[in-house]
């Protein structure tokens, strides 16, 4: 039976999903496929081109250290104004520099099968970018031929941080709000499915029309979830994020959790 982990994060809190990563290593619990969105999906792009322990680490850090939303925002206030850094891209080159240094250039470099989850902001469509899942469009779009810069970009927009990414004439973001990360791996052969949710509650969206076709796919994805026979272990982690300032903090937190929760782990994927 395959083992799924699903990730999300925003901003600094994806070292959270590099230390879930970590511990689970240390636990030897072999993870046969991720799906992951925000932040988190840049640790698990990682782990499924085989780069883990001290590398894995340094690697996030020189991406998402310092850049939470409230260090985001605070430095578009310095600046006088967000144009002027959103103009910049600096994750997008922060991205690039990293995978580049790590001779990581396309989606061939996986190891291992990953999806990197977003949702099109148009028409509340949930995204995956995936080699391992046949394409498919409607109720839920996956994209098989896709620049993997372009693809973790488009994940790691966050609404009032990080303009949405805009490929293939679909508007992407972030679809950790709207808990729509998972989905990927029910459909992909997993039969149990780790989820840590380590974004946080999100605000919700202004009522308008976007907001009700999300509502629409949100319907959709609880269907499939409920219709499907893959059991899920949620690891209840963001809810100790309190007092973390640095990446380091947020890592230890994840790892550390994550261990707690070991003996459940095990419990749920080796003995139930």
């Given at each position: 039976m395959k083992i799924g982990l699903a990730l999300s994060g925003d901003g600094i809190k994806g070292a959270a999903a590099a230390g879930v990563l970590c511990a689970l290593g240390e636990m030897s619990v072999d993870i046969d496929l991720l799906s992951a969105?925000?932040?988190a999906a840049l640790p698990a792009v990682l782990y499924a081109c085989g780069v883990t322990g001290k590398e894995a680490f340094e690697a996030a850090r020189r991406v998402l250290d310092r850049q939470g939303a409230g260090a985001l925002r605070y430095k578009l206030y310095r600046m006088g104004g967000r144009d002027r850094v959103f103009r910049r891209d600096f994750m997008e080159k922060r991205i690039r520099r990293v995978l580049t240094r790590l001779e990581i250039s396309s989606p061939g470099d996986f190891k291992k099968p990953v999806s990197i989850a977003a949702i099109d902001l148009i028409t509340g469509c949930p995204v995956a970018f995936s080699r391992d899942i046949p394409a498919m469009s409607g109720a839920f779009a996956v994209v098989n031929s896709f620049d993997l810069n372009e693809a973790l970009r488009a994940a790691m927009s966050h609404r009032g941080v990080l303009l949405p990414r805009?490929?293939?004439g679909m508007?992407?973001?972030d679809s950790g709000y709207r808990n729509l990360f998972s989905w990927p791996l029910r459909i992909s052969g997993a039969g149990k499915v780790l989820v840590a949710d380590l974004s946080g509650c999100a605000p919700p969206l202004k009522p308008g029309k976007v907001d009700l076709i999300c509502r629409e796919a949100d319907l959709y994805a609880q269907k499939l979830l409920t219709d499907s026979s893959v059991s899920q272990f949620d690891l209840p982690i963001c809810r100790d994020f309190k007092g973390a300032a640095?990446?380091?903090d947020y890592f230890e937190l994840g790892y550390v959790r994550t261990m707690e929760l070991k003996e459940e782990i095990y419990d749920f994927?080796?003995?139930k």
């Open positions: 969105t925000g932040s805009v490929v293939g508007c992407l973001t640095s990446f380091k994927l080796f003995f």
